[in-house]
């Protein structure tokens, strides 16, 4: 078993600063910041079964989960961005005491309970005048579990990863509420409620019945609304930018083999010094429990690939499975 | 003597080797880290144009929906208006980072070689932005707005506090070109080509422009009773401030509203309420006159007969849009080939002879120059000045002038028209503009001084098609020309559930990384100047 603690603060990296255009610039190159990192990762490897007839299963286990905090960042700043996006859209950003590239991005109204307001004269939501953090890419942890069973000349391993968290601002998902092509949305002529009180657009505050209530929402609108609207408000297309961040949770098989080895008996007769035959397959089956689910949206999928800009998904390529037959001979 | 060669030698090395900067690989020479002014002028006035103009990143592609000249199926439909829209958070990115910053460099580097007249010119070009600036936004960073590296969040100053500022500034900047200059611009600059005379005549209507702002706030009739019998504001339209394109595709100097609405995807519907104004169906503005510059003004890809794309929202006869505000199931439609399209007036695009095609880009020359402030608009702020009594002039005599340099302003495009696969456009005939004119005056001589303002304010929202942020202002201080209410014409299917924006938010990238600037609500603040 391996265990490892581990604590790191980095300090004065050289970072592109997106400041107030109102400078007259748009980046500052510069010494700047802190952030911690700490985590812990461990290693188990487990051999539950071993008979004298070649039987054996093994089990390795990893487990990894850090936690980064940003520290400092230049003075007067609140914050500044990883990566300049599309003007004023979703935005990976770095604030002090938030973790490194949380998200954000406009949110619809709420009251100061919380709840969200609805416009009165179409039923659904309306934009925030200030933008906050909508998720945090970061996953909480992740386990990566090895199995291998091996007897005689087979040997059958499967890998499973499981990740905690994450968030995903997915635009592939969005378009396929929006346009209504997948099962999830498939009652498109049905009415719903949304949840929330009745507000006034003009000042975003909720709207008072004579006794000074708040007036819960009864008006309907039907499913196809709540998810494209024109005019922003809905929950799919032209919503505001928090209602296409989903949590990226996934247990995943990451990869299955099945292997022979010729045993050395059979091979005295033959050339050869070792023949071996394995059937592979990458990403074979996920499952993502906060995705909706007709979508098969894969949360790994991300637009910027290994960059510092994480959890950003604007219609991307999907993951591909793959298979694969390795034919190993050695003379 | 060996020894001497030696020594020689290698002092020759030394030498060499100090002189010699072919090592010098810290040198960049494809980015110059010191700009000329001729250079910096050119993109400085480019840069300001585009952020007004009809270009998607420009103000006018939104206030132009706001003041009812075009549609957008986009975000800020319905007075929906954000600080992320792209209009907003572009043109706020160019005043600051690009504009402004290129003017602070030609101040400081044409003090430093005495080239007055570029400093006069980034004096003036840098008063007028940021009156526009005020007067869309209000308050915004001033005093301390491109100060880096000393800060890099400058706060909020009043715009009650700039304005005056403006004004000294535009001194300043007239006092500058009348110094002789080491420098002078040239064809670097778009604008004037170097005619310093025309950037004073500019300066001074702006200053007109500005006092006639501030009326409704302040007592301005002493500085513009000394402003107007000086004679030096523009002119005739050859002094109008307008940058002209050209027509070559790549690298493309077009006119950036032509490149949106001409090319692929066009994002301009015309604006029902303007059509039915135009062709005298609107029983609440002119309603009855007919306009001549209908066919300049926006070009029909259907004939009458024509069938469109998708069924259409609004139809009439071949002219086709979409409502503003509209949810009506015909909005979203797929209409590039069938809708009614900015024509030759705004942006250069096709002359409406009836031709019905659906143009591409090399239908139509599209270098017609955005207007920003010219002697059309001149007469009507002295035609507005007149009727509200802060000047003894004519106001009907002074709107009547204001009309017909509107029509020569219509005409001038006409003729310069390159007119490509059709027939060269012909001149609005003067029996047609006198037409126009009479029934108009008629209707301004029969009304009350109310009355009367409402027609100078609508013929210059009419006259300012393609130019909308002059329109928006006008609109808040005097709320003239009446404007389309999508909550009371009728329509089931047509609404705005927010009030009209009497200011913009500011761009939402600006709020995010500058803690000193908070956002505003659109439906909830006013600019200084407006007492309504």
Avoid at chain 2, 114 to 130: L, R
């Amino acid at each position: 078993m391996d265990f490892t603690y581990y604590y790191r603060e980095t300090s004065d990296q050289i970072v592109n600063v997106s400041v107030p255009e109102t400078s007259g610039f748009q980046q500052l190159v510069t010494n700047a910041g802190s952030i911690e990192n700490k985590g812990v990762e461990v290693g188990l490897n487990l051999v539950p079964i071993q008979l004298n007839n070649s039987l054996r299963w093994e089990i390795y286990t990893a487990f990894t989960r850090n936690r980064g905090k940003v520290l400092e960042i230049p003075e007067g700043l609140e914050r500044f961005n990883v990566r300049n996006l599309f003007g004023g859209g979703v935005t990976p950003v770095i604030e002090p005491g938030q973790p490194y590239g949380i998200l954000r991005g406009s949110v619809s109204a709420r009251d100061d309970e919380g709840n969200l307001l609805i416009d009165p004269s179409s039923g659904m939501l309306f934009e925030a005048l200030e933008q906050a953090k909508i998720g945090d890419p970061n996953p909480d942890f992740l386990l990566g579990v090895t199995n291998t069973i091996s007897f005689k000349g087979f040997t059958l391993r499967a890998l499973i990863d499981y990740r905690q968290g994450g968030d995903i601002y997915t635009t592939t998902v969005e378009r396929l509420l929006g346009r209504g092509v997948t099962k999830d949305t498939e009652d498109r002529d049905a009415s719903r409620i949304v949840p929330g009180f009745l507000g006034d657009p003009n000042t975003g505050l909720p709207l008072l019945d004579e006794d000074g209530n708040k007036i819960p929402n009864t008006i309907q609108v039907s499913t196809n609304d709540l998810y494209f609207q024109n005019g922003g408000g809905s929950f799919g297309i032209n919503a505001e930018d928090e209602w296409t961040v989903y949590d990226g949770t996934t247990i995943r098989l990451r990869e299955a083999s099945i292997g022979y080895t010729l045993p050395q008996s059979t091979l005295e007769n033959l050339p050869f010094g070792r023949v071996s035959i394995t059937i592979t397959g990458r990403n074979l089956w996920y499952n993502a429990p906060n995705i909706p689910k007709y979508t098969n949206f894969d949360p790994e999928v991300n637009g910027f690939g290994s960059t510092n800009t994480q959890g950003i998904e604007y219609a991307s390529a999907p993951t591909t499975r793959r298979y694969g037959i390795n034919l190993s001979v050695t003379f | 003597m060996n020894k001497l060669l030696t020594i020689y030698l290698l002092a020759g090395l030394f030498l060499m080797s100090s002189c010699n900067e072919f090592f010098d690989i810290n040198d960049d020479p494809n980015n110059p880290t010191e700009a000329s002014v001729d250079l910096l002028l050119t993109n400085t006035e480019l840069t300001l144009v585009n952020s007004l103009g009809m270009s998607t990143s420009g103000l006018s592609a939104m206030l132009s929906v706001y003041m009812h000249q075009v549609t957008r199926r986009q975000g800020f439909d319905a007075y929906n208006v954000l600080g992320t829209d792209f209009p907003i958070t572009q043109s706020w990115s160019q005043f600051y980072s690009i504009a402004l910053e290129d003017m602070r460099e030609i101040k400081n580097i044409g003090t430093e070689q005495e080239a007055w007249h570029y400093v006069g010119i980034a004096q003036i070009m840098e008063a007028y932005a940021y009156s526009q600036m005020v007067d869309v936004w209000g308050n915004i960073p001033f005093l301390e707005a491109n100060t880096s590296p000393d800060t890099f969040t400058p706060v909020l100053d009043e715009g009650e506090g700039i304005y005056p500022q403006l004004f000294t500034m535009l001194d300043e900047g007239i006092a500058n070109l009348e110094k002789s200059s080491s420098l002078s611009p040239g064809s670097d600059d778009l604008i004037y080509g170097g005619n310093v005379n025309n950037w004073r005549k500019f300066a001074k209507t702006v200053k007109l422009k500005l006092y006639n702002q501030l009326r409704l706030v302040q007592d301005v009739s002493t500085e513009v009773n000394a402003l107007i019998p000086e004679g030096d504001l523009i002119g005739d339209q050859s002094e109008d401030f307008e940058l002209a394109y050209g027509q070559t595709q790549s690298p493309d100097n077009r006119n950036p509203g032509f490149i949106a609405d001409n090319l692929g995807t066009r994002i301009y519907y015309i604006s029902v309420w303007f059509y039915e104004t135009l062709t005298g169906q609107n029983e609440e503005i002119l309603d009855g006159i007919t306009d001549p510059r209908v066919p300049y003004y926006w070009y029909n890809q259907l004939s009458e007969s024509g069938t469109p794309q998708s069924p259409a929202e609004y139809r009439d006869g071949a002219f086709l849009s979409i409502f503003f505000g509209s949810t009506g199931p015909n909005q979203a439609g797929l209409q590039d080939q069938s809708q009614t399209i900015l024509g030759m007036y705004p942006v250069g695009g096709r002359f409406d002879d009836g031709g019905a095609i659906a143009p591409t880009q090399t239908d139509a020359p599209g270098d017609i120059p955005q207007r920003i402030l010219t002697h059309y608009a001149r007469l009507y702020i002295e035609a507005e000045l007149a009727i509200a009594e802060v000047t003894n002039g004519d106001p009907g005599a002074l709107l009547e002038s204001a009309m017909r340099a509107s029509f020569a302003k219509v005409n001038e495009v006409a003729a310069n028209y390159d007119a490509k696969t059709q027939d060269a456009p012909p001149q609005i005939s003067d029996e047609d503009i006198d037409t126009y004119i009479t029934a108009v005056l008629t209707r301004y001589d029969a009304g009350d001084n109310d009355e009367k303002l409402e027609i100078i304010m609508t013929q210059k929202w009419i006259a300012s098609f393609g130019f909308a942020v002059d329109a928006y202002t006008d609109y808040r201080r005097t709320g003239y020309p009446l404007i389309y209410d999508p909550n009371t014409d009728n329509l089931s299917f047509t609404n705005a559930s927010k009030n009209f924006p009497t200011i913009l938010p500011y761009s939402a990238t600006e709020v995010e990384l500058n803690p000193n600037v908070q956002q505003q609500n659109p439906t909830q603040t006013k600019v200084f100047w407006d007492a309504n």
